[in-house]
């Protein structure tokens, strides 16, 4: 394999190399669409950067409906050994079928890794059509817990033995009456994974000169779980942070000390709310994994849509980018779909390794891009003044424009 391997410190940080091997994972649908535009203007960024001091050398893994044509499995086992050694990728949207069939991928692959950590960065782009009247108001860097809470996959079928004996169990040991025809799940949230995942979120907001965290939670009702989950995030911010951040319970109105974190705390319900009526208000959004879920997607749809959503996964020792939308089975092959989101997840890549300047570029091409109107179908067909382009087009735009 050409290149060199990332590797980490004994203080635990990454140490990339200026030819650092990244695999890929192309994704199904449209994924053999979006990954070659993406692919594009990432090495043509990196270019830009740093000219033959630095490159990319991409490697393919499998996973999805690829991977299970080609290796007989949608998650080979070289592939989970692939990203392990490398410890950075990127993946296009993988298929997951609702109901009935195997579980994520997406959702394997976190707990495999250990991937505690989803962030989703949504900001506005000037020229993209958005339901709301100022969706320039609203930037935003969500962390969400990504392996605790209902979506670690703890659950059992209606009809099943196990949801007739927990049932039962539940029944004798605590006077919870479940139906017989329940399908029965657990939600667990513990202190240890709590406490990192919130000290990531922090450590974020340091560095990037983030101005408050808030943290969302349902533990009006939820008391011992989503309610400790608040309860540790505070303990974290007092025990860890104390001389960079400041309590908004505690500044009364008044404005906070120069450079001070701003911490807050806010109900899920009401910051759906909130986030529409005040989206200025707050900055960086720390979550338990399903309500983070839910408002990952809806501020995204403040500001045009999932499609221009960047995301990353990162535990300790491997960090995953991805496209946070679907696969678009029916739109696969016809170089239409916007493929901002992967192209700015890569952004993110780029400034998690530590190439800041290929990030910047990758950001101001997007941005140009979309403002001068060259663009997708779904951006260009609510712009009268826009020029609809083909998904490898608009990543010609980008590079256009670095």
């Avoid at 994972?25 to 950067?49: H, L, N, S, T």
């Avoid at 701003?262 to 338990?288: C, G, H, N, S, T």
Wanted: hydrophobic content about 40%; charged content about 25%; proline content about 5%.
């Amino acid at each position: 394999m050409r290149g060199t391997l990332i590797t980490k410190t004994k203080r635990g940080e990454f140490q990339v190399p200026d030819d650092p091997v990244i695999p890929f994972i192309e994704g199904d649908g449209v994924g053999r669409d979006i990954w070659p535009a993406a692919r594009y203007v990432f090495d043509q960024a990196v270019k830009a950067a740093y000219g033959e001091a630095r490159s990319v050398v991409w490697t393919e893994v499998l996973a999805g409906e690829k991977a299970l044509e080609k290796a007989g499995a949608l998650l080979p086992e070289e592939t989970l050994e692939t990203i392990a050694r490398c410890r950075v990728a990127i993946k296009g949207p993988l298929t997951t079928p609702v109901g009935k069939g195997f579980r994520s991928l997406n959702v394997t692959l976190r707990k495999h890794f250990d991937l505690y950590t989803c962030i989703r960065p949504v900001r506005y782009f000037e020229g993209v059509v958005s339901p709301m009247k100022h969706p320039e108001r609203l930037d935003v860097v969500i962390f969400r817990e990504n392996v605790e809470d209902v979506y670690a996959g703890l659950e059992w079928p209606e009809g099943s033995e196990e949801a007739r004996r927990l049932g039962v169990y539940l029944k004798e040991a605590f006077r919870w009456e479940i139906p017989d025809d329940a399908g029965i799940g657990i939600k667990f949230i513990s202190e240890g994974n709590t406490k990192r995942f919130v000290r990531r979120a922090f450590d974020y907001a340091l560095s990037h000169g983030r101005k408050s965290v808030t943290f969302i939670h349902k533990g009006n009702i939820m008391k011992y779980t989503e309610g400790a989950f608040r309860e540790w995030a505070y303990q974290v911010a007092r025990e860890d942070y104390g001389e960079a951040v400041v309590m908004e319970a505690d500044l009364a109105g008044t404005a906070p000390p120069g450079g001070k974190i701003v911490v807050k705390d806010r109900i899920a319900d009401a910051m759906f709310q909130l986030i529409l009526l005040r989206p200025e208000e707050y900055d960086v959004l720390v979550l338990p994994n399903l309500n983070g879920d839910y408002l990952s997607d809806a501020c995204a749809a403040q500001v045009g849509g999932i499609g221009m959503a960047p995301g990353a996964n990162i535990g300790q020792d491997v960090a995953i980018f991805e496209a946070t939308h679907g696969s678009a089975p029916k739109y696969a092959g016809q170089d239409k779909v916007n493929p901002s989101s992967l192209i700015l997840s890569g952004a993110m890549m780029f400034d998690f390794l530590g190439w800041k300047e290929a990030a910047r570029l990758i950001e101001k091409g997007v941005a140009e891009a979309i403002r001068r109107g060259r663009v997708t179908y779904d951006l260009a067909r609510f712009r009268p003044d826009a020029v609809e382009v083909a998904c490898s087009t608009f990543a010609e735009e980008i590079v256009r424009n670095f």
